[in-house]
T-cell receptor
Framework: GAVVSQHPSWVICKSGTSVKIECRSLDFQATTMFWYRQFPKQSLMLMATSNEGSKATYEQGVEKDKFLINHASLTLSTLTVTSAHPEDSSFYIC???????????FGPGTRLTVL | AQKVTQAQTEISVVEKEDVTLDCVYETRDTTYYLFWYKQPPSGELVFLIRRNSFDEQNEISGRYSWNFQKSTSSFNFTITASQVVDSAVYFCALSDFNTDKLIFGTGTRLQVFP
């Protein structure tokens, strides 16, 4: 089946630093990748949709200058949390989809803790 | 607007009991997909099922079964003879046909006690 990896699986950083999270589709080419955020005991909330070679589309309320998304190739998308603050601490999950497909394949998630 | 409602926040059962997790959705699309995912404590989402809007046949997979009823906009999930390993948060989700975006419900935390 389709496999999506995320790196790192967890990260602890100091307030004010930037953190980059990678999402890779290992055995297929993903034209679209999605980034979700999940706070403790809450649901997954879509942050942005990322298409290869174009700018990401952000959901309402998500700061595009704070959460930088790059989808440079069909197998890699990155999310950079810039100037992270404790309120950005969350579980970040990516998913990847095929062109014209209807199923998303989820990565294992990255747990970010900002001190 | 599209919406997924999982009214049950938490359910606790004793092993071997049957349990049904409810999911009600709202959409104006005539073509859409419905999903169920399991999220164990590790956090990784486990895909359970995808159902398209034109297929109302119920599905059974081992101890799992799903009841899709368009008339009531529901897509309920039943676990038969529950086991401790079934303890997790279960999410129902609806996909937007045009954008492939997934709209998740708030999840139901299932605890199965020995």
């Amino acid at each position: 089946g389709a496999v999506v990896s995320q790196h790192p699986s967890w990260v602890i950083c100091k307030s004010g630093t930037s953190v980059k999270i990678e999402c890779r589709s290992l055995d297929f080419q993903a034209t679209t990748m999605f980034w979700y955020r999940q706070f403790p005991k809450q649901s997954l909330m879509l942050m942005a949709t990322s298409n290869e070679g174009s700018k990401a589309t952000y959901e309402q309320g998500v700061e595009k200058d704070k959460f930088l998304i790059n989808h440079a190739s069909l197998t890699l998308s990155t999310l950079t949390v810039t100037s992270a603050h404790p309120e950005d601490s969350s579980f970040y999950i990516c998913s990847a989809g095929l062109a014209g497909g209807d199923e998303q394949f989820f990565g294992p998630g990255t747990r970010l803790t900002v001190l | 607007a599209q919406k997924v409602t999982q009214a049950q926040t938490e359910i606790s059962v004793v092993e071997k009991e049957d349990v049904t997790l409810d999911c009600v959705y709202e959409t104006r699309d005539t073509t859409y997909y419905l999903f169920w995912y399991k999220q164990p404590p590790s956090g990784e989402l486990v895909f359970l099922i995808r159902r398209n809007s034109f297929d109302e046949q119920n599905e059974i997979s081992g101890r799992y079964s799903w009841n899709f009823q368009k008339s009531t906009s529901s897509f309920n999930f039943t676990i038969t003879a529950s086991q401790v390993v079934d303890s997790a948060v279960y999410f129902c989700a609806l996909s937007d046909f045009n954008t492939d975006k997934l709209i998740f419900g708030t999840g139901t935390r299932l605890q199965v006690f020995p």
